[in-house]
Every structure is written in structure tokens, then in C-alpha cells.
């Protein structure tokens, strides 16, 4: 017998029991019940024809739900940071230079991967809260000549949404710089037409308007951004990324990688397919619809809106917190009185906003009409200037209104 060694005492942990919360964050948001119960169905390996049929269903998913006919479409392990790493990673070359926004906190990390892949670095300016200018993106395309330009289609960290998506793909065809577009928060929330609007790379998350656990996450190459791939002289510089690799287990022949994350696969098939039930189209309405009525309910209340009302992204409303009012204690007092998560700002809208989401599961009346009542109920009695009555009949005319 060996002698018990009393310096790892064993955990006394309880059984698991994760609060009953209402996510309209940044994301994670509410995950659909049927979503979970996919997690919950048996594992079979990676390489299993059953798998294999399954892998086929999620690549022709995703497809419709970017709007694409990319071949090069699947599911990256990991969260969306991961997808974004195998756009940046792969597309980025030692010596290439790459153009990222400054409007948000997201085209921020893209410079940072880029960095990473031995790029160089060059900015289009835009301020937090504002969309890039076309003018200002033509006017770094013609001054840098970069070879990748990538940009935020939703600005989860600011509540913009990027329009004009067509003109800045044009543009950058033009100085034939690839395209990059982060879609993490627009993907199953707002219109996105990755072929269309010529789009070469996207890449997305799957926890937010898609309403899917963290995981495995969606990224969609064109030829033209694959041949760039395959071209490389060098090999990117992540092993577990490398999309000329991932090819052997996503493409024809399906062979070991690494281990694809199952449950998640799972998940993101059936998120995707409650996509395609409800059809893509009716799905960006709904969200705009719900979050119309999230929007007129605040603004009811008497608060602002961040961003104006041409870019705003019904997924992500940023709203200015009112004057004297200490937002890290809202989110908190709406947390502990209402289980409800919303955010605060981050980078230079620190302090000044709310980010309120209304993603997928999440973009529903009763979460509206929930939030809008938690917030005007915990701003009152902070002592702000607000009408939390007037906000709720707003919210619910605008619901009324659009049913
Ligand atoms: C959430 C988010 C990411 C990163 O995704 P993770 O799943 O947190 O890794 C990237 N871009 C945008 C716009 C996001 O909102």
C-alpha cells in the first residue's frame, strides 16, 4: 500500500448547478434546448462514416448561412478567435502587409495575429463608434498597397455595423489585396452575403446570433484566398491551423488531423439547422425586428443610443450610460437581482456604454421586454434619469407593432 499523501487533499466539489442566466451580452448568448440535447447524444470518432456524413451536413450549413458556394467552408476548433487565427494565420505571409481598422477593439487583435504571422501592420483611421470611410480605405489601399486588408463587418465592441461592404471589396480588388472580414456577430443576425459582396475570406463565431456553445467555428475561403494559402513559401506558423493541413480531414480525404471536437460539431449542426428552418432571410428580420423593440424601449426610457441609427447593428446596442451612473454596478445589480448579463464598454467606449445583445435565442420578446424592464428598474433606483415605465410601453407598442 502507498502511504496517503495528505498534500493533495482530495476537492470536496459540489455537483454541478450553473445559475439560471439570461444572456443578452456580447455572447455567449441563450443557447436553444435543442442545441444542448445534440450535446447530449452519443459520441462517435472522428473518422466515422457516420461522422463523415455529419461533417458534409455542417460544410453544406454553413454555406447557406454565409451565403456561399466556397468549397473551402468549415468549422474551426475552437472559438472564434481560432478561426480568426487560421484567416490571419494562413492568409498572412512573412512580409506581407496587411491593412486592419481602428474603429474597434477586434480590428485591434487583428493587427496583433497579423503581427504575429510575421506581417506588417498598416491602419485604415476610423474612430470607436464610427464605420470606416470608403474614401479613407481607398486612400490607404492606394498610399500602403497591402496585400490583405481585413475589416469588422459587426463591431461587437462598439455596436457598428460596417455598410458599404461591396464598395471596400471592390476597392481592394482594384489594388488586388485580399479580403478579410471578421462576421463573428453578424452571422445568422444581420444580412451577410459572403459571395455577393466578394467577400475572400470570412471567418465567424458560433455563440453569438448563431446561439451554439463555444467550439468549433465557422470560416469560408474563396479559391482565390485558398490559392494564397497553397502558395505560400512558407508554412504558417501554427501546426494546429494550418489550413493545407486541416484540408486532409476536411476536404476528400478525411484523414486524421486532430481530433475534431464531436459534441461541438454536433451543436453547430443543429444551431445551423434551426437556421435553415426558419430560413436566413427571416432570421435577419427577427433580429431586427427584436431589436428595434429593445432600441425603442431604451430610447423610451430616455437613453441614447451609441451609434446613429445608419449603422447600428441590431445584434450589439451599444447605449450611452447616463450621466453620474457607474455601469460595472449596473451589469452587477442586474446580474444578482435579474440572473441577466449585459456588458460595459470596453477600449475607448470604456465606461460610456452598455452593450446590450440580441443574438439568435436570445432575440426574443420575452428577453426584450425582460431587459428593458431590468434596466429601467436598476437605473431608477441608482437615481437616474430615466422613465422605466415609458420604456416598456415603448417596447411593447414596437413589439405590437411588428408581430
Ligand atoms: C467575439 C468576437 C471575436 C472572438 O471570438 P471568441 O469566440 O471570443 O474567440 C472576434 N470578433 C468579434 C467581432 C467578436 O465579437
Redesign the pocket.
Known amino acids: 500500500m502507498p502511504t496517503t499523501d495528505n498534500s493533495y487533499p482530495k476537492p470536496a466539489v459540489s455537483e454541478l448547478t450553473p445559475p439560471d442566466r439570461t444572456l443578452m451580452g456580447?455572447?455567449p448568448s441563450d443557447t436553444n434546448p435543442r442545441v444542448l440535447r445534440a450535446m447530449s447524444t452519443p459520441l462517435v470518432g472522428h473518422l466515422d462514416p457516420s461522422f463523415v456524413e455529419i461533417m458534409d451536413e455542417v460544410q453544406e450549413l454553413l454555406r447557406y448561412t454565409f451565403q456561399t458556394d466556397n468549397e473551402w467552408t468549415i468549422p474551426v476548433s475552437?472559438?472564434?478567435?481560432?478561426?480568426?487565427e487560421a484567416a490571419i494565420g494562413n492568409l498572412v505571409e512573412p512580409g506581407d502587409t496587411m491593412l486592419v481598422p481602428t474603429n474597434?477593439?477586434?480590428g485591434g487583435?487583428m493587427a496583433s495575429m497579423a503581427r504575429r504571422a510575421g506581417g506588417t501592420v498598416v491602419e485604415v483611421d476610423a474612430t470607436w463608434g464610427e464605420p470606416l470611410d470608403p474614401t479613407a480605405v481607398d486612400d490607404a489601399l492606394a498610399e500602403y498597397d497591402p496585400d490583405i486588408f481585413g475589416f469588422?463587418?459587426?463591431?461587437?465592441?462598439t455596436g457598428v455595423l460596417q455598410p458599404n461592404v461591396s464598395e471596400l471589396t471592390a476597392a481592394a480588388h482594384e489594388h488586388d489585396t485580399l479580403v478579410i472580414a471578421?462576421t463573428?456577430?453578424s452571422i445568422g443576425g444581420v444580412e451577410l452575403r459572403v459571395d455577393e459582396w466578394d467577400i475572400d475570406v470570412a471567418?465567424a463565431?458560433?455563440?453569438?446570433c448563431l446561439s451554439c456553445p463555444?467550439g468549433a467555428?465557422p470560416l469560408t475561403l474563396s479559391d482565390q484566398g485558398m490559392d494564397k494559402v497553397l502558395a505560400r513559401d512558407e508554412e504558417p506558423r501554427s501546426w494546429y491551423l494550418d489550413l493545407s493541413l486541416l484540408e486532409g480531414y476536411w476536404g476528400e480525404k478525411r484523414a486524421y488531423h486532430h481530433t475534431a471536437p464531436i459534441t461541438n460539431v454536433y451543436a453547430l449542426r443543429e444551431a445551423l439547422r434551426l437556421v435553415a428552418e426558419e430560413g436566413i432571410e427571416n432570421r435577419w428580420e427577427r433580429h431586427e425586428r427584436l431589436a428595434g423593440a429593445l432600441k425603442a424601449g431604451v430610447e423610451g426610457m430616455g437613453l441614447e443610443m451609441n451609434a446613429s441609427e445608419d449603422y447600428w447593428l441590431p445584434s450589439?446596442n451599444a447605449v450611452r450610460v447616463p450621466n453620474g451612473i457607474d455601469d460595472g454596478a449596473v451589469c452587477e445589480a442586474l446580474l444578482e437581482q435579474y440572473d441577466l448579463e449585459i456588458a460595459g464598454g470596453l477600449g475607448d467606449l470604456s465606461g460610456e456604454i452598455f452593450r446590450i445583445g440580441c443574438m439568435g435565442h436570445s432575440a426574443r420578446p420575452e428577453n426584450v421586454i425582460y431587459v428593458v424592464t431590468a434596466l429601467g428598474d436598476v437605473l431608477e433606483s441608482m437615481g437616474a434619469d430615466v422613465d422605466p415605465g415609458s420604456g416598456v410601453t415603448a417596447t411593447r407598442r414596437a413589439l405590437e407593432k411588428t408581430e
Do not use: C, W
Not at 475552437?78 to 480568426?84: E, H, L, N, W
Not at 469588422?152 to 465592441?157: F, K, M, Q, R
Not at 463565431?205 to 453569438?208: A, E, I, L, N, S
Open positions: 456580447p455572447g475552437g472559438t472564434g478567435s481560432a478561426a480568426m474597434g477593439y477586434f487583435r469588422v463587418h459587426a463591431e461587437t465592441s471578421d463573428v456577430t471567418y463565431g458560433p455563440q453569438k463555444p467555428s450589439l
